[in-house]
Each structure stands twice: as C-alpha cells, then as structure tokens.
T-cell receptor, first 112, second 111 residues
Framework: RKEVEQDPGPFNVPEGATVAFNCTYSNSASQSFFWYRQDCRKEPKLLMSVYSSGNEDGRFTAQLNRASQYISLLIRDSKLSDSATYLCVVSMNSGGYQKVTFGTGTKLQVIP | DTGVSQDPRHKITKRGQNVTFRCDPISEHNRLYWYRQTLGQGPEFLTYFQNEAQLEKSRLLSDRFSAERPKGSFSTLEIQRTEQGDSAMYLC?????????FGSGTRLTVV
C-alpha cells in the first residue's frame, strides 16, 4: 500500500460546481497534513495546512479524519483558475527529521 | 526575492555527462530538501539537510547522486554519468514547521 494515496482523476467539473478530493495515508503516526497546488510544469505551492479541527480559507475547506486516516479538500464555486493538480502531503517526525511524503496528485479541470 | 531559487531552470545534457544543480533556500529556513518529479507523479523525496548536515537519503539516491550543503546555506545536487532515466524535474524546498516552499525546479533532459 502506498504511504499516501490519491485518486489521480481527472475530475472534470463545470464552473460553479463543488468538488471534493480525498487522500488516505497509511502511517497513523503522521503528524502534519497539507494540500499543495501544482500548475502544469510549475512547482508545487502551498494551498493550505490541514488542522484536526478542520479549516476553511475562502472557497476551500480542508478536513482531517485521524480515525480513518484521510484528509479531504472541498472546493466550492469552482473557477476556471482552480484547474490544476492538487497534491496531498503528509509529514511525520522520523528519526529526528521531518519525513514528508507526497501523493501523486489529483488533477482538476474546471470547464466553462 | 525571498523565495527559494534554483539554477539552472533547464538543463539538457548528453548521456554520460555530469550535471550540477544549485538551490538557494529562504535564508531563515534551516531545513532543505531535494525532490525529483516525473510526469504524472508527485514529488519523490531524495535527500534532506538540517543546516549543513545531510540527515536522510532516499534509496532513490544512487551512488551517482551526491548532494552537499557546505555552509548550511545553499545546496548543490550533482548527478554523475547521467542516464536517460534521470530526466525529471528536480525540486528543492526549504521549510519551517508551517510548510514547505519550493523553488521553481530544474528540468533535466538527458539525451
């Protein structure tokens, strides 16, 4: 089983739709969770951290479910500019360093 | 510019040649990471530095790969005797506890 798993998509959604991505992780000792956004041929950029209590940033909501070992990202009122690959990132302290594992990403295409 | 800088942005090299990439992290970040990313995949961890100490290396980092961070500031990643399978985007990131900031990457093409 992969350490971090994501549905690669693509998710093709119309403008204005709500879309949700899930990401599962295998190591229950994982401590920190993030969503990154990566545009084609560009570097990943931090979208938001994911907190145990859940957090919201405008149209984006992230949730963490430690019991089921998954995190989610909800995008409301999708915009064309949301088209990108969304990477799930899981971090844990391993032997004194922060081990960071990326999922393969979920591709989102917002259609006019 | 206070972001992570990588140089060069693109590198085309012939198989068998050596290449070296440079990463300048955000100055107050003491953690520095190298990742490799191929098309359709997420970034794969290569190595990690805390200040000048290389604390972790992935099994992906064969003996043809070496990384240094001599003064705890910039880092270099060298690939010796490049192979076509080394073609990828090489990403550098530096971090605090709040997240990782990536450089724009060096896209390596081995022909």
């Amino acid at each position: 089983r992969k350490e971090v798993e994501q549905d690669p998509g693509p998710f093709n959604v119309p403008e204005g739709a709500t879309v949700a991505f899930n990401c599962t992780y295998s190591n229950s000792a994982s401590q920190s969770f993030f969503w990154y956004r990566q545009d084609c041929r560009k570097e990943p950029k931090l979208l938001m951290s994911v907190y145990s209590s859940g957090n919201e940033d405008g149209r984006f909501t992230a949730q963490l479910n430690r019991a089921s070992q998954y995190i989610s990202l909800l995008i409301r009122d999708s915009k064309l500019s949301d088209s990108a690959t969304y990477l799930c990132v899981v971090s844990m302290n391993s032997g004194g360093y922060q081990k960071v594992t990326f999922g393969t990403g979920t591709k989102l295409q917002v259609i006019p | 510019d206070t972001g992570v800088s990588q140089d060069p942005r693109h590198k085309i090299t012939k198989r068998g040649q050596n290449v070296t990439f440079r990463c300048d992290p955000i100055s107050e970040h003491n953690r520095l990471y190298w990742y490799r990313q191929t098309l359709g995949q997420g970034p794969e961890f290569l190595t990690y530095f805390q200040n000048e100490a290389q604390l972790e290396k992935s099994r992906l980092l064969s003996d043809r790969f070496s990384a240094e961070r001599p003064k705890g500031s910039f880092s270099t990643l060298e690939i010796q005797r490049t192979e076509q399978g080394d073609s990828a985007m090489y990403l550098c990131a530096s971090s605090t506890r709040d997240g990782y900031t990536f450089g724009s990457g060096t896209r390596l093409t081995v022909v």
